[in-house]
């Protein structure tokens, strides 16, 4: 039975096309740079956002008409697990992620939890075989219950923390029966609200602690999954630990955990952080860190996590140049971890914003090939930097230069000549790229 009832299967009808449910620019068999876009993007259903989400805000009750939340409990779980593979299969996305309580209602005992998850793995498990769709990532939700107020790898409650690392076992053992290529670790509430109380040193030793446990087990029960950390900077805490890239990788190299871990990274997070989505890919990339996309936009009149469905051209083209440069995204995907606007209800609006966020990625994914093959910004960086390529800039790249003979090289009082950067040209070029396609 069709829960999308009147919604046939999106199809890829070009530019022309005046069919708000068709594809103006995704077709996934186009090839780009030896690629199919569905091979370059490996695009990815949130559940939470997606299936979970009912437009409740601060101010106000839900708003989502949602043809499964007239069941409750697992019913309403099993239902959830038909759309979701009804909706994969109509948008042709291959891919899906979740937490365990989005697909499972948590129970009143640990056990109850568990059972609950089981009963809705199986029907996922069925579901992935008859329709061929896979797991991108998999996490456990260690922040919304009142539990982990203080946090779940950073809390200052020992139960707390036992009971965490028990979630984060079955999330494993989820994972590995789901065949998932990642699994995701984001902090929700690892981080702190005041240093008054907090001993951020014990803190952050207990974190590394549980992420080399789930290391271990991993390797025990024979699960293979790329390990993600998601950084955030703010929002549920006021501080979290794993802010951005930078604080993040550095963490990893402090504890010994960078060969195990990559990032998942989150356009609105960047935002958040006082970084553009560019930068945190470009940071993840320069140290071999790059391992997944959460695709999103934040409003940047507001300072929170928004979670607006990718329609900025600039930043979908920028986000693939980067992605593209790095040599792609491997085991990992673009997940589009956004919500629909609380005024867009109706359930054919899941079926436009994805549209509208698939074609935004696809569009950008075209103008950062003609970027990379036309050799646009390469040919200008490798220009700007050109002083390095002979005499003395070679010496300082090759490692012969010291102090004593940049001294020698600067007393002869050459005349110093510095060249503009042109950078509102370069956008302009940017602009005409990206509405040339």
């Not at 029960?221 to 993600?228: C, T």
């Amino acid at each position: 039975m069709s829960i999308f009832k009147g919604i046939g299967n999106i199809e890829f009808e070009g530019k022309g096309s005046d069919n708000p449910l068709a594809f103006k620019h995704y077709d996934p068999k186009q090839v780009v740079l030896g690629k199919t876009m569905e091979e370059h993007l490996r695009f990815a259903v949130a559940y939470w956002h997606t299936f979970n989400a009912n437009g409740t805000d601060p101010f106000g009750v839900g708003t989502m008409v949602r043809e499964w939340d007239k069941y409750d409990g697992l019913d309403r779980s099993k239902a959830r697990v038909e759309a979701n593979f009804e909706f994969m299969n109509k948008l042709n996305i291959p891919y899906y992620c979740f937490h365990d309580v989005d697909i499972a209602p948590e129970g009143a005992t640990l056990q109850e939890s568990n059972k609950n998850l089981d009963v809705i793995v199986a029907l996922l498990k069925e579901q992935m075989q008859h329709s061929g769709k896979k797991l991108l990532w998999n996490t456990v939700n260690m922040f919304s219950n009142p539990r982990y107020v203080h946090g779940a790898g950073t809390t200052c409650n020992a139960d707390v923390y036992a009971y965490a690392g028990a979630q984060l076992k079955k999330g494993l053992e989820v994972g590995k029966e789901l065949g998932a290529e990642n699994y995701v670790f984001w902090g929700g509430r690892e981080g702190y609200e005041t240093l008054l109380n907090t001993d951020m040193g014990f803190e952050l030793d207990n974190l590394a602690r549980l992420y080399h446990m789930a290391i271990a087990y991993a390797k025990e029960i024979g699960f293979d999954a790329q390990f993600l950390i998601e950084p955030k900077p703010k929002e549920p805490t006021k501080h979290q630990y794993d802010f951005d890239a930078a604080t993040t990788i550095a963490f990893l190299q402090k504890y010994g955990l960078k060969d195990h871990f990559k990032l998942n990274l989150e356009a609105n997070h960047a935002t958040l952080a006082g970084h553009t989505f560019e930068h945190e890919i470009r940071t993840a990339a320069i140290n071999g860190m790059l391992g997944s996309l959460d695709a999103n936009q934040g409003d940047l009149l507001l300072g929170w996590d928004t979670d607006e469905f990718p329609t900025d051209l600039y930043s979908t083209t920028l986000t693939m140049f980067e992605v593209l440069k790095a040599g792609g995204i491997g085991r990992g995907g673009v997940n589009f971890d956004a919500k629909v606007r609380r005024g867009s209800f109706d359930a054919e609006d899941l079926f436009l914003a994805h549209i509208a966020g698939m074609d935004s990625f696809a569009w950008g994914l075209k103008a950062a090939a003609k970027l990379i093959d036309e050799k646009i910004l390469d040919s200008i960086v490798d220009n700007r930097y050109r002083s390095f390529k002979e005499g003395i800039g070679a010496d300082i790249v090759s490692g012969k230069a010291t102090l004593k003979s940049l001294e020698q090289y600067a007393l002869q009082n050459n005349p110093i000549v510095n060249e503009s950067g042109r950078q509102e040209r370069i956008r302009l070029m940017l602009s005409e790229v990206i509405f040339s396609v």
